[in-house]
């Protein structure tokens, strides 16, 4: 399974981005996926989640409301609306895959794409 992530950019806050996740070499609508980012010198963290045909999702709750995950399983991508940016979404934002069930444990994916970097200036 290979992930390319792309979308990422430098955007004023309370502006928008969208991200994109391209997936190559497997299944796609057999894996749920996931956004995480990982500001620096600071963990990992779960943005939000969405199932193998689109029907679930889920968020953190210092996005919700503003991102919305969604996913095109015909051009095996999963996508990240990002709404309303605030300086603290700055980071590296990275998709991953999980085979059969989602988590919003980062160590419970096994596929990672590359991130790609989000900077929102104040």
């Known amino acids: 399974v290979q992930l390319q992530a792309s979308g990422g950019g430098l955007v004023q806050a309370g502006g928008s981005l969208r991200l994109s996740c391209a997936a190559s070499?497997?299944?796609?609508?057999?894996?749920?996926m996931g956004w995480f980012r990982q500001a620096p010198g600071k963990e990992r963290e779960f943005i939000a989640r969405?199932?193998?045909?689109?029907?679930?999702?889920d968020y953190a709750e210092s996005v919700k409301g503003r991102f919305t995950i969604s996913r095109d399983n015909a051009k095996n991508t999963v996508y990240l609306q990002m709404n309303s940016l605030k300086p603290e979404d700055t980071a590296v934002y990275y998709c991953?895959?999980?085979?059969?069930?989602?988590?919003?444990?980062?160590?419970?994916?096994?596929?990672w794409g590359q991130g790609t970097l989000v900077t929102v200036s104040s």
């Open positions: 070499g497997c299944t796609f609508n057999w894996f749920h």
């Open positions: 991953a895959a999980r085979y059969c069930s989602g988590s919003y444990d980062a160590s419970d994916y096994a596929y």
């Open positions: 969405i199932g193998y045909s689109g029907g679930t999702t």
